[in-house]
């Protein structure tokens, strides 16, 4: 085993000690570019000769440095047809918790595709001394220079240097990269399995006297609004703040007034630090991070996280992002609300973290490390529980603090991500609280809590969400594979847990490390959460699984572009989905989950009554950068707008306004709204001017449309031989079935209960499938019965039974219609009959997706128009991101393009629906507020295509008008679908109204 390196426990060797970042004004030389390039099936690379400085390689492929191998096109340099790995085993690969190589720590099978590496580079006459620093290398990298082995390291996510003696002139550089190594059994993070040299390769001119390492102390007073500021470096060295008047030397304390860092209020003060050979940015911010009586505070307030989990992704990249797409990333989460990352599940590219800095986020940084594979034997050689793995563990830390510890933006350390327990744990926080007193650590899994200062869960329910609000959750408790939490009784203490450590525990803050699993269309019920997380001081908030889905830009056999996932791969083990699971798709298209979030995140809480309410729950901003503006807008159109008149709200303080008369008086238009809307006074770095931070709505009563009237003048229900006629619908006498409504053919309508399940609608494995349950019932395969069709007095009365196949339940329902003005009036009733627990679910309560008509219409139908909730697609537990009013889409873009065909494009609180097209009579639609779906495939289509490009439009256009369709949750990962967002099996009555125009 001699040489192995890659097989051992030791984080590597030869590297120079970790350092700060830091943006220097030495020089320094990219080596990012195009590298020569050499695949190999094995560790042994392509021999012992590649790194010699003469070694010919002009035959090698062309690779770009930063990427991951299995995503570039190898184009050989000698000619020779282009590789592409996607879609092979040998490109990447996707695992949610199960580790890709045979479980056997520290070794890895022979099978281990390695690059060989090699640059030739110029280095200038006065370049002097240099350090050779890669960002980021997955997940085990030898170096040699000028033919000497310079040392290796893991730590895919974390950056190493090595002391890089370069000539002047020509310089060879060559890099052996494993894609497996005993590296690999401490990076199980829920994520592609991506090789390669990954970040930036940087060589930094490092003159005599230059400054190899400082640490920033900056603490701040709340209390007296007193800064107190050190510098400590590696040399002697001068700081230098300007704005502050400051000039000393490091390891002096000074303290003055200074306005403090928080993410909504991003305070910088910059500045050099200087020595005889080398100056250094400062980017200093002010803050305080405290446990507080069991409260999470910072700069003497309570903080609440609004956040989310973020990995690093790109649809062509991988992990390789540019500068521009992190500025988008955080862009985009300011302007939904979002304002703290958790750096799921290892520390980003050093840039972001700059970014997070100015923009203002406030940052969980997780040390790269996960075991979760071990759960598949019991954690009986879980690395943090083992003294061989110690170093490699001690190392992860050491370089994740040491390069981010001069960041403001980071409030909080995270030890690892579903590691379970171990004595490791122990010892790193140890070091942490020697090192880095000034932040608060965290960590999950290890149900002692023993070196966390949060307690904390993922996926809890409601129910127990509040109780540990109230600190009244129960002992004890049982833990899913992703950590949810299965409510019951109080249970004996978990092995190895004191009832000390419990009572320490009990008093700890709680922090909602991930929840509201935002896989395919979800999640819903984040304002349910947040009602819960706003009502406890205990509760700091939350992180929403996740930031982006990881699909990867790819094209089929026909040419057609898709999303490619794990299940596009012929290998095992497979992480199904599940890297389908942001709140933005892999292209960074915003999700209508986005405006959800960003609804339920708001800081600026505004209710409008009978007098509008406004708060501020801002962490320490006051309201003077905002504008308050109200606008009323009656059947889709502006009738009248001004400004409100609102004094300054202090942080944690509320006012109330009165509504402005000329807002009042248009409320009494038609389908009047009334919106109030907290804007940004002028631009700032992440929004323009005007940008809405917060909103709300108060909606006017339905003004009855004099021109309708219930009933028709007499007569006007008639039949003549087959067709029936009620007012100016017909339809077929033998099966009651709708045949036109005045000039437009229509067709329908059928009782609908099913929807194509969405991803969260499959659950995680057994637990909560409901789409399992509904496949079990025949939910997907209804046949319908017209039982009896007749007149009453003016009323066609139809009655009748839908039923799956097989199974003896069912639904039985009476369709009545009467003439009502122009149009008419539909009123349906639907019972449940029969035993619907006959199936293998006989211990579960059969809920069906929906209670409503399907009509099929002409292919022409190309446009709705509506008034209810928009212009997003909306569900009962997901709508108050989505405002009231007047919207107009075509048919085909209110379908949301979710990678994986599923439900998609409801939209609830519907008054009315007009449905158009060239050559057609328009199709309109009102009543008591309804459900509606407009599309060019059935729910049977939807769900049987695998891939976007499989649903085709056909002659129909497909039209769903409900009386109810459940929630979309946030099961797949999470809890069940609270009841209140489930269709009850109870009796049903509601009604439509049906014309043409």
Request: aromatic share 8%; glycine share 10%.
């Amino acid at each position: 085993m001699t040489g192995r390196y890659w097989e051992s426990t030791l984080p590597g060797a030869g590297r120079r000690a970790p350092r700060a970042d830091a943006v220097s004004d030495a020089a320094v030389r990219s080596l990012n570019g195009v590298w020569r390039f050499r695949l190999s099936p094995t560790a042994a690379g392509t021999g012992d000769g590649f790194f010699a400085t003469e070694f010919d390689d002009t035959d090698w492929d062309a690779m770009r440095v930063p990427s991951h191998w299995v995503l570039e096109e190898f184009t050989p340099l000698a000619g020779g047809p282009a590789r592409r790995m996607l879609g092979t085993e040998e490109g990447p690969l996707y695992t949610n918790t199960a580790y890709p190589i045979p479980l056997d720590p520290p070794y890895v099978s022979t099978e281990n595709p390695t690059g060989d590496y090699r640059l030739v580079f110029e280095v200038p006459d006065d370049f002097g001394a240099a350090v050779l620093r890669f960002q980021g290398v997955d997940s085990c990298a030898k170096v040699w220079l000028n033919g000497e082995e310079l040392g290796w390291s893991t730590g895919s996510r974390l950056p190493f240097e090595f002391d890089a003696p370069v000539r002047a002139g020509r310089n060879v550089l060559a890099v052996r990269v494993h894609r497996w190594s005993a590296g690999t059994y401490l990076e199980d993070q829920d994520m592609w399995w991506l090789p390669g040299i990954f970040r930036d390769v940087e060589l930094l001119a490092r003159p005599a006297g230059a400054i190899d390492d400082h640490f920033v102390h900056a603490d701040y007073d709340p209390v007296s609004g007193v800064g107190t500021l050190r510098v400590d470096a590696s040399v002697d060295a001068v700081v230098e703040i300007p704005e502050l008047g400051i000039s000393m030397p490091t390891g002096q304390t000074v303290a003055f007034p200074v306005e403090p860092w928080s993410a909504d209020t991003p305070r910088l003060y910059r500045g050099t630090l200087s020595a005889a050979g080398e100056s250094v940015e400062l980017a200093i911010g002010f803050r305080r991070v405290e446990i507080v009586d069991g409260v999470f505070v910072v700069n003497g307030s309570p903080l609440t996280f609004r956040g989310v989990n973020r990995h690093e992704h790109h649809p062509d990249t991988g992990r390789t992002l540019d500068r521009e797409t992190m500025i988008q990333d955080i862009v985009m989460m300011k302007r939904a609300n979002i304002d703290s990352v958790r750096t799921s599940h290892y520390p980003p590219h050093p840039e972001f973290l700059r970014l997070c800095d100015e923009y203002g986020l406030w940052v969980v940084l997780e040390v790269d490390l996960e075991t979760h594979g071990f759960i598949y034997e019991g954690w009986e050689h879980n690395p943090p529980a083992l003294p061989e793995w110690r170093e490699a563990i001690m190392d992860r830390l050491h370089r994740t603090v040491e390069r981010d510890k001069n960041h403001p933006s980071i409030v909080v350390w995270s030890l690892a991500n579903e590691s379970m327990s171990g004595d490791g744990f122990t010892e790193m926080r140890r070091w942490l609280d020697e090192r880095d007193p000034s932040r608060v650590v965290l960590y999950e899994r290890d149900p002692s809590y023993r070196d966390s200062d949060f307690y904390s869960l993922m996926y809890p329910s409601l129910e127990l969400l509040e109780s540990i609000g109230r600190r009244e959750e129960p002992r004890g408790g049982k833990l899913s594979m992703h950590g949810m939490v299965f409510d019951g009784p109080d249970e004996p203490l978990p092995a190895g847990v004191t009832e000390a450590e419990e009572e320490r525990r009990r008093g700890l803050p709680f922090l909602l490390v991930e929840y509201a699993h935002a896989m395919g269309n979800g999640p819903g019920g984040l304002q349910d959460y947040w009602r819960v997380l706003r009502s406890y001081d205990r509760l700091c908030g939350g992180f929403v699984w996740e930031w982006i889905d990881h699909g990867i830009n790819a094209v089929d056999a026909e040419g057609r572009a898709f999303i490619l996932q794990s299940e596009d791969i012929d290998y095992e083990p497979r992480g199904g989905r599940f890297s389908l699971d942001g709140l933005v798709l892999s292209d960074r298209t915003p999700k209508p989950a986005l405006a959800e979030l960003a609804k339920a995140h708001e800081v600026i809480d505004i209710e409008v009554g009978e007098r509008v309410r406004i708060a501020n729950e801002r962490h320490a901003a006051d309201t003077s950068d905002l504008r308050f503006r109200w606008s009323v807008e009656a059947d889709g159109r502006s009738v009248a707008d001004g400004l409100l008149d609102v004094p300054t709200i202090a942080r944690g303080e509320r006012v109330e306004i009165a509504i402005p008369d000329a807002a009042a008086s248009a409320l009494r238009a038609t389908d009047a709204v009334l919106t109030v809307e907290a804007t940004l006074a002028a631009e700032t770095l992440w929004a323009p001017e005007g940008h809405v931070i917060a909103w709300a709505q108060k909606i006017a009563a339905p003004v009855e449309d004099a021109v309708r009237r219930t009933g028709n003048p007499a007569g006007a229900t008639s039949r003549d031989g087959d067709v029936i006629r009620v007012g100016e619908a017909s339809f077929d006498a033998a099966t009651g079935r709708l045949l036109g409504l005045g000039d437009l053919q229509i067709d329908g309508p059928w009782i609908d209960l099913y929807r194509a399940p969405t991803e969260n609608d499959r659950g995680q494995g057994d637990n909560n499938n409901l789409a399992a349950v509904w496949h079990a019932t025949g939910l997907h395969r209804l046949l319908h019965r017209v039982d009896d069709v007749g007149l009453d007095g003016e009323r066609l009365v139809v009655r009748g039974r839908t039923a799956p196949r097989t199974h003896p339940h069912g639904v039985t329902w009476t369709m009545t219609w009467v003439p009502d003005g122009d149009g008419v009036r539909l009123e349906t009733s639907v019972d449940f009959v029969g035993p619907w627990a006959d199936t293998p679910y006989k211990h579960r309560d059969i809920w069906v997706p929906r209670v409503g008509l399907r009509f099929a219409l002409p292919t022409a139908a190309d446009r709705v128009a509506w008034f209810g909730r928009g212009p997003e697609e909306t569900y009962v537990d997901s709508v108050q991101g989505a405002r009231v009013g007047r919207f107009a889409r075509t048919i085909d873009s209110v379908q949301t393009p979710y990678p994986i065909p599923q439900e998609n494009g409801n939209h609830t609180q519907t008054r009315w629906l007009d449905v158009s097209g060239e050559e057609m009579a328009t199709l309109h639609v009102d009543g008591d507020p309804f459900d509606f779906t407009a599309r060019r495939w059935t729910s049977e289509q939807l769900e049987q295509a695998r891939r976007p490009s499989d649903l085709v439009a056909g002659d129909r256009v497909w039209l769903n008008i409900d009386h109810r369709q459940q929630g979309i949750g946030s099961a797949s990962v999470g809890p069940a679908l609270p009841e209140q967002y489930r269709v009850p099996r109870e009796h049903t009555v509601w009604s439509v109204r049906l014309s043409v125009g």
